[in-house]
């Protein structure tokens, strides 16, 4: 038992980088390797080292990590989809506008225009209502300015996951990692 062979990660795997664990047990499934002992991969290292016995198919084994992807393609989709996520988060985290002012999207900012609305023919008027930044006020004269108001909020929280999911949904129909990355949040 030996070492058998050393690969340079940047020249020899096409995607650049390895799953150590997931190319250990691709390697160790091959048959590629008799008696395959393991390999080693520093941490950091550009290189790893394949041991075992002897080589029983070294060109399966070179093409077998040539084509290693260290992420799958579900996986590499997980991640676009929470960088939709981050900004469909980061559109709603700019408010949304009303009578002229921007006013939050928090999630508290949220459970307040509901429990206002839930409430609004039981509320006393005028009241005044703080944009994001606290710089104005809007003064809500009557139910149905509350009312307009929260529909408003939702309308545009609910246009951004809308458009989060219309990429969503492109990202769910790529067959391949470049049509994931074809889909481009431009929003």
Same mark, same amino acid.
């Given at each position: 038992?030996?070492?058998?062979?050393?690969?340079?990660?940047?020249?020899?795997?096409?995607?650049?980088?390895?799953?150590?664990?997931?190319?250990?047990?691709?390697?160790?499934? /091959?048959?590629?390797?008799?008696?395959?002992?393991?390999?080693?991969?520093?941490?950091?290292?550009?290189?790893?080292?394949?041991?075992?016995?002897?080589?029983?198919?070294?060109?399966?084994?070179?093409?077998?990590?040539?084509?290693?992807?260290?992420?799958?393609?579900?996986?590499?989709?997980?991640?676009? %989809?929470?960088?939709?996520?981050?900004?469909?988060?980061?559109?709603?985290?700019?408010?949304?506008?009303?009578?002229?002012?921007?006013?939050?999207?928090?999630? &508290?900012?949220?459970?307040?225009?509901?429990?206002?609305?839930?409430?609004?023919?039981?509320?006393?008027?005028? @009241?005044? +209502?703080? %944009?994001?930044?606290?710089?104005?006020? +809007?003064?809500?004269?009557?139910?149905?300015?509350? +009312? &307009?108001?929260?529909?408003?909020?939702?309308?545009? #929280?609910?246009? +951004?996951?809308?458009?989060?999911?219309?990429? #969503?949904?492109?990202?769910?129909?790529?067959?391949?990692?470049?049509?994931?990355? /074809?889909? @481009?949040? &431009?929003?």
């Amino acid at each position: 038992m030996g070492l058998l062979k050393t690969y340079t990660i940047s020249a020899d795997v096409t995607a650049g980088v390895i799953d150590a664990k997931k190319l250990d047990g691709e390697i160790k499934g /091959a048959g590629v390797i008799t008696n395959y002992t393991g390999m080693v991969y520093p941490a950091g290292s550009d290189q790893f080292k394949v041991y075992g016995e002897a080589l029983s198919n070294e060109a399966g084994l070179d093409t077998l990590v040539q084509v290693h992807e260290a992420v799958t393609l579900a996986e590499y989709k997980t991640i676009k %989809n929470d960088a939709i996520d981050t900004r469909t988060g980061e559109l709603i985290a700019l408010g949304y506008n009303y009578a002229g002012l921007q006013f939050s999207l928090s999630q &508290n900012a949220q459970i307040n225009i509901l429990a206002i609305d839930t409430t609004r023919d039981e509320l006393s008027y005028p @009241i005044d +209502h703080n %944009n994001i930044d606290d710089t104005a006020v +809007h003064q809500l004269v009557d139910a149905t300015d509350v +009312h &307009n108001m929260y529909l408003t909020a939702l309308a545009t #929280k609910k246009a +951004h996951l809308d458009s989060g999911t219309a990429f #969503k949904d492109q990202v769910r129909l790529a067959v391949d990692k470049a049509g994931v990355d /074809a889909v @481009i949040d &431009n929003r």
